[in-house]
């Protein structure tokens, strides 16, 4: 399957300052990029996503920039709140085969009041 | 609509026991995926569907087996169940090429 690197694997931030975290990708032929948030014990949700025609999506604090020459994309939370740590997971696709996800190792964000 | 909903959410096994993870989803979703959690790891996809009746393995179908009858169920089967599949387990499902709803998970420890 794809390889998808994702760092860091821990990041401590103070609450509302800014977090990143970037993931890269080996198959250019990968075209959909979602990134999902895991709270302790459970499921992973969907916060964002963006497709390969797209350079870059918002939504309120959240944003996914793409860089698709370079084969990496980056998860940006502005201004964050304490209910922003969790995991955070990155993931692959190449939609034109199938619609398999490769995902990162993940991300623990931890928001310090 | 209830979405993705699996049973059990907890099980515990013997080394050699069978059992079968279910896995319902009521939004008409054609694809559906099993996916195994190891802890602190991200997730490794097992099986895939892309319609009733048609599977297809993922990065780590070793031990487990998969049937599609229905659009709505897509069970995951243990065999001879091994410590190395203790996992937490997720079932997922989506429209072609969108957004994965996954369910809430099922905890499998094999001692």
């Known amino acids: 399957g794809e390889n998808v690197e994702q760092h860091p694997s821990t990041l401590s931030v103070q609450e509302g300052d800014s977090a990143v975290i970037k993931c890269t990708y080996s198959?250019?032929?990968?075209?959909?990029f979602p990134w999902y948030k895991q709270e302790l014990g459970k499921r992973p949700q969907l916060i964002i996503d963006i497709r390969s025609n797209v350079g870059e999506k918002k939504d309120q604090r959240i944003a996914v920039t793409l860089n698709k020459t370079a084969k990496h994309f980056s998860l940006h939370i502005t201004e964050t709140q304490p209910e922003d740590s969790a995991v955070y997971f990155c993931?692959?696709?190449?939609?034109?085969?199938?619609?398999?996800?490769?995902f990162g190792a993940g991300t623990t964000v931890t928001v310090r009041a | 609509n209830a979405g993705v909903t699996q049973t059990p959410k907890f099980r515990i096994l013997k080394i050699g026991q069978s059992m079968t993870l279910q896995c319902t989803q009521d939004?008409?979703?054609?694809?559906m995926y099993w996916y195994r959690q190891d802890p602190g790891m991200g997730l490794k996809l097992i099986y895939y569907s892309v319609g009733a009746g048609i599977t297809d393995k993922g990065e780590v179908p070793n031990g487990y087996n998969v049937s599609r009858s229905t659009t709505e169920d897509f069970p995951l089967r243990l065999e001879l169940a091994a410590p190395s599949q203790t996992s937490v387990y997720f079932c997922?499902?989506?429209?072609?090429?969108?957004?994965?709803?996954f369910g809430p998970g099922t905890r499998l420890t094999v001692l």
């Open positions: 939004m008409n979703h054609n694809y």
């Open positions: 993931a692959v696709t190449v939609q034109i085969n199938d619609y398999k996800l490769s």
């Open positions: 198959d250019s032929a990968s075209n959909y």
């Open positions: 997922a499902s989506s429209v072609a090429g969108d957004t994965q709803y």
